[in-house]
């Protein structure tokens, strides 16, 4: 496995494109043993996968990044979480569409598992970060155009049903770059009535700021 891990990288780039299928489980079965219980294999699948993500087609890790992310291991998207934002900054603009394929789905997913699990709340208030100062809003702004109706309830929901403790539940970087989106639906006076729960978290009204 070692010896894999060392002369991946390597190979990848020479790979023709019949066989970046290949490339594509490798990273994945790498990324899904993330913490490896040695040292030295951790410390070579963290060199393999950002290795992989200089040398490779980003958009090609979309998939089975967002697929390890999807399994729901907290220890596994502390790796993985970081790593799936770069790869999101070096596909946007050039590959912006078919980033959004997987980004969304990613993004709904932690914000559905933040309502119940602490550590992914936390994981995804830092991704979303990352996002923000990779590619500024638009990423996120992107995360709001492609909500259907019924996403945009399960959001409304997620906020209101959990506005007591938002800070732990959905991430303020979020919130503000989605509620302006939200706000011209029927959820308007919902979301009105939020931003006022939001400003006693110590955050500053998103309504107001959204519309500068």
């Known amino acids: 496995m070692a010896v894999l891990l060392e002369i991946l990288p390597d190979l990848v780039p020479h790979m023709p494109l019949s066989q970046r299928s290949i490339a594509n489980m490798m990273t994945e079965n790498i990324a899904a043993n993330l913490p490896s219980k040695t040292a030295q294999l951790n410390e070579l699948a963290q060199r393999c996968l950002d290795s992989m993500i200089i040398n490779?087609?980003?958009?090609?890790?979309?998939?089975?990044?967002?697929?390890?992310?999807k399994k729901g291991?907290?220890?596994?998207?502390?790796?993985?979480l970081p790593r799936l934002a770069e790869i999101y900054h070096r596909c946007f603009g050039s590959k912006e569409r078919l980033a959004r394929i997987?980004?969304?789905?990613?993004?709904?997913?932690?914000?559905q598992s933040s309502r119940t699990n602490v550590a992914v709340s936390r994981l995804t208030q830092s991704f979303t970060d990352d996002l923000v100062n990779y590619v500024g809003k638009e990423a996120l702004w992107s995360f709001a155009d492609n909500l259907n109706n019924n996403e945009r309830v399960m959001f409304r929901n997620l906020l209101i049903n959990f506005q007591e403790s938002l800070n732990?539940?959905?991430?303020?970087?979020?919130?503000?770059?989605?509620?302006?989106?939200?706000?011209?639906?029927?959820f308007a006076s919902d979301l009105a009535a939020?931003?006022?729960k939001l400003t006693w978290h110590g955050f500053t009204d998103p309504l107001r700021d959204s519309s500068n």
Do not use: G, R, W
């Open 56 to 69: 490779m087609d980003n958009i090609a890790l979309f998939q089975p990044f967002c697929a390890v992310v």
């Open 73 to 80: 291991i907290v220890l596994q998207m502390t790796y993985l």
């Open 102 to 111: 997987y980004i969304v789905p990613t993004l709904k997913y932690l914000l």
């Open 168 to 186: 732990e539940i959905c991430p303020p970087t979020l919130y503000v770059c989605v509620v302006d989106h939200l706000s011209k639906t029927a």
């Open 194 to 196: 939020f931003a006022v």
